[in-house]
């Protein structure tokens, strides 16, 4: 299916665009999930249902002055943001939302870009961003930074692995790491959360890791890090370090539907793009409800759960789906 | 020896294998995500303040007030016992003597200057413990923001009229004893 370039062009316009709004009225989802959640509100006073919150905060943070520390490291320091931002953008660009069109005289796919190897491309882009916030704290000079670019490093190595190896039961039964090709296996067969159970869960939890949510957030744990790795950034510099972690929940999200629930598939009516987002914006008050009732975990709980519980069901799970494959 | 032995509870157990592996409870956890999920379907029980405004107790402590007697003669007789309780000393008075053709309060002197400055006062009640003629008390409003700090030095005038804000107050026979203890043993 070969598309001119800018057919591809308008798309990632589009998608960064969505993203972009998407990753705005979550943060205002999330507070009132939260709120209500907690016998609160949450934001009611911008617009009707505090629904202006986001363009509130967007304004606030565009007005504010971009703090910079006398001792911070300046190309890092301002790169640092801009990297996690761009990778998290990058990183959704292979994801499929659709199953393509034709419009008028030309084939448009339902993914920004089809590359044959997009599964791979995903981690690696999205094991790029973790690089934004490890020399952002390290480079803004503070301790609680610094504090909270080291746990950023252990915790992304630890539960990088096991997020990978939970992929790999998936990647075998769909002979592919081609997500357009996984999930058209997925309609031809099953949705890989029936056999991939084991496996979605790893990956969820492995991803809750990854996108520094609680009970993971030990990299930002505000109680006691202050902000961790963004302590020392302010105005639209820590915007787009929020930015990208919540473009890389959504990303996540829309990678686990992808691998587990059937991508833009629904169980009945051909509803396209809407089931995809339909799935997604579930598997995101997910990510919200066990933010709402989880406790952060202590630094060696962390480390153990990821290395002596998660790695082992991983890679078990890879094995047994491997041999499974080949018996059958 | 003494020893104190603790109950066989969680906290005993905690203090037992402190640091030690506690082993994880996923069903407990589970069940947590029940009670966050049915908080979804409760009323939250904020209060929206502005529009809604809680009764207060009807002896709450709020902004001072200045009082007059019933012919129109102030109740304060400027002897600055209030700024000599005030712990925040927060109060100024500067007293003048009372004159046949200038009478302001039934005693030998009057408050010509009586200032408390709000930025500085913590609501202790002291001032109106010290008074010996009940001119100064504490009233129920507490909404007392400005925009400069200037403008939070309360004068006489400010404290002996009205208060403009008025501020709901609970039912005074629920909260209220008929005399207060530091007056009935006085």
């Known amino acids: 299916m070969s598309e001119p370039w800018w057919i591809s062009a308008i798309k990632a316009f589009l998608i960064i665009n969505l993203l972009l709004g998407m990753f705005a009225y979550m943060t205002w989802v999330e507070r009132k999930v939260l709120g209500r959640m907690q016998l609160r509100y949450g934001p009611n006073r911008t617009g009707p249902f505090g629904l202006l919150q986001p363009i509130a905060d967007l304004v606030k943070l565009i007005r504010k002055e971009s703090f910079f520390p006398a001792s911070a490291v300046d190309v890092l320091y301002i790169a640092a943001p801009v990297l996690s931002a761009f990778t998290a953008l990058a990183a959704f660009s292979v994801i499929p939302f659709g199953a393509g069109w034709h419009i008028w005289k030309w084939d448009v796919s339902g993914v920004v870009v089809d590359v044959p190897i997009s599964l791979v491309l995903l981690f690696a882009l999205s094991s790029l961003g973790i690089y934004g916030f490890i020399v952002g704290g390290w480079a803004s000079h503070s301790k609680y930074a610094l504090l909270g670019s080291m746990r950023t490093c252990a915790q992304m190595v630890s539960y990088e692995v096991s997020l990978t190896f939970a992929v790999l039961g998936v990647v075998i039964m769909g002979h592919s790491l081609s997500l357009v090709d996984i999930v058209r296996t997925q309609h031809d067969t099953i949705w890989f959360i029936a056999p991939q159970f084991v496996g979605f869960l790893v990956f969820f939890i492995g991803g809750i890791a990854e996108t520094n949510r609680p009970p993971f957030d030990l990299p930002e744990a505000d109680t006691e890090l202050v902000a961790g790795y963004h302590t020392e950034y302010s105005g639209m510099r820590f915007g787009l370090f929020q930015m990208g972690e919540y473009v890389n929940m959504i990303t996540l999200s829309a990678l686990s539907v992808t691998l587990f629930f059937g991508g833009w598939y629904g169980p009945w009516a051909p509803l396209g793009p809407l089931w995809f987002l339909i799935k997604l914006l579930l598997i995101i008050f997910v990510f919200m409800w066990i933010r709402a009732t989880l406790p952060r975990l202590r630094y060696d709980q962390l480390m153990r759960f990821g290395w002596k519980v998660l790695l082992p069901v991983a890679t078990i799970n890879a094995l047994v789906t491997a041999a499974c494959v080949v018996a059958f | ?186």
Request: glycine share 6%; with cysteine; hydrophobic share 30%.
């Open chain 2, 1 to 186: 020896m003494l020893r104190i032995f603790r109950g066989t509870g969680l906290s005993h157990r905690f203090a037992q294998e402190r640091g030690a592996h506690v082993s994880p409870q996923p069903l407990e956890s589970l069940r947590g995500f029940g009670v966050t999920f049915k908080q979804i379907f409760h009323k939250p029980i904020t209060q929206q303040y502005p529009e809604y405004k809680r009764p207060v107790y009807p002896r709450f402590r709020g902004r001072h007030r200045l009082h007059r007697h019933q012919n129109g003669l102030e109740k304060c007789v400027g002897c600055s016992l209030c700024a000599a309780a005030c712990p925040a000393d927060c109060i100024r008075v500067v007293a003048e003597e009372n004159t046949p053709d200038n009478r302001v309060s039934p005693g030998e002197r009057y408050a010509r200057i009586y200032e408390i400055n709000m930025s500085r006062c913590i609501f202790c009640g002291y001032c109106e413990l010290a008074c010996p003629f009940d001119a100064i008390t504490l009233g129920n409003e507490f909404e007392l923001s400005e925009y400069s700090r200037d403008d939070l030095i309360y004068t006489k005038d400010m404290l002996l009229a009205e208060p403009i804000k008025k501020v709901p107050v609970a039912d005074r026979d629920l909260y209220d004893t008929p005399i207060p203890y530091y007056k009935e043993h006085s």
